[in-house]
């Protein structure tokens, strides 16, 4: 089995800064793409920023130049800097990462259980 354990979530004042760690564990031969989603009461989960196992990064047109993604490959985690946040990023945090369990099966998606990030006053 695989898991994903996240950490890091929690209320911070408008224009502070969080990080958010997720590391998977378990029985994994090989990880692909790791990231980071979010849902806001209401809203569709949408991506915020992935990284590739060659360390390619893509984010969110709201995050881009406020956070920052990272890996750890030695660790199986992936991280995710925010800084300067606002209220509209209030949400529950997801992680993903795409594991290879053993050579002759396909990746598959696994999912963090969700941390919750609320930035207020």
């Known amino acids: 089995q695989v898991q994903l354990v996240e950490s890091g979530g929690g209320l911070v004042q408008p224009g502070g800064s969080l990080r958010l760690s997720c590391a998977a564990s378990?029985?994994?031969?090989?990880?692909?793409?790791m990231g980071w989603y979010r849902q806001a009461p209401g809203n569709e989960r949408e991506l915020v920023a992935t990284?590739?196992?060659?360390?390619?990064?893509n984010y969110a047109d709201s995050v881009k130049g406020r956070s920052t993604i990272s890996r750890d490959n030695a660790k199986r985690t992936v991280y995710l800097q925010m800084n300067s946040l606002k209220p509209e990023d209030t949400a529950v945090y997801y992680c993903n990462q795409q594991i290879q369990r053993n050579p002759s099966l396909p990746f598959s998606n696994y999912w963090g259980q969700g941390t919750q990030v609320t930035v207020s006053s």
């Open positions: 378990g029985n994994i031969f090989r990880i692909a793409a």
């Open positions: 990284v590739t196992s060659g360390g390619s990064t």
